[in-house]
T-cell receptor, first 113, second 114 residues
Framework: EPEVTQTPSHQVTQMGQEVILRCVPI?????FYWYRQILGQKVEFLVS????????KSEIFDDQFSVERPDGSNFTLKIRSTKLEDSAMYFC???????????FGDGTRLSIL | GQNIDQPTEMTATEGAIVQINCTYQ??????LFWYQQHAGEAPTFLSY????GLEEKGRFSSFLSRSKGYSYLLLKELQMKDSASYLC???????????????FGTGTQLKVEL
């Protein structure tokens, strides 16, 4: 069964550094998402992406965040200058047409020191 | 905005049936999704409802009443491996639009005992 893949599985970064999280969505999916989950808390929406542009973003997704689909397969989330409070599990998700469910990758655990 | 409520914890016995309820208040509703999440892992899709009624998928079923803002997930023939957090999530946005973000509840931690 096709799946969403994310790399790396764990990223440790110094505060203030830039970090790029990578995702390969399911190949025939057209809609892409990033979510985060702080330890012990609920899953929170960050951004949705369709047709090479952001379709919606949350209040969390401020100027320090950006997304990109640099080629036909990768979907990346960049945090320009990381803060301690960015420490969380970041999940990428994708879905097909219509009301199909979103499928999640295994996540990247981001630890900011 | 969105408000999604589900019980924090539930305990059930192996082989039994358990119902996990979810109530929501939202605008632009276009679907309710149930996910399973084991600790430290990704949410895994279980079931979803767009229209009112019951959807059955093997041991898992989900029910939706849009007029009441209410859904439940029914798990039958419980197994020890069903011990996990069950997440209720509401989708907003058009079915063919680029949005359809999911807003999650805090999850119901289910413990299955012998």
């Amino acid at each position: 069964e096709p799946e969403v893949t994310q790399t790396p599985s764990h990223q440790v970064t110094q505060m203030g550094q830039e970090v790029i999280l990578r995702c390969v969505p399911i190949s025939n999916h057209l809609y892409f998402y990033w979510y985060r989950q702080i330890l012990g808390q609920k899953v929170e929406f960050l951004v949705s992406f369709y047709n090479n542009e952001i379709s919606e973003k949350s209040e969390i997704f401020d100027d320090q965040f950006s997304v990109e689909r640099p080629d036909g397969s990768n979907f990346t989330l960049k945090i320009r200058s990381t803060k301690l409070e960015d420490s969380a599990m970041y999940f990428c998700a994708s879905r097909g047409l219509g009301g199909q469910p979103q499928h999640f990758g295994d996540g990247t655990r981001l630890s900011i020191l | 905005g969105q408000n999604i409520d589900q019980p924090t914890e539930m305990t059930a016995t192996e082989g039994a049936i358990v119902q996990i309820n979810c109530t929501y208040q939202t605008s632009g509703f276009n679907g309710l999704f149930w996910y399973q999440q084991h600790a430290g892992e990704a949410p895994t899709f279980l079931s979803y409802n767009v229209l009112d009624g019951l959807e059955e998928k093997g041991r898992f079923s989900s029910f939706l009443s849009r007029s009441k803002g209410y859904s439940y997930l029914l798990l039958k023939e419980l197994q020890m491996k069903d011990s996990a957090s069950y997440l209720c999530a509401v989708s907003q946005g058009g079915l063919t639009g680029g949005g359809n973000k999911l807003t999650f509840g805090t999850g119901t931690q289910l413990k299955v005992e012998l």
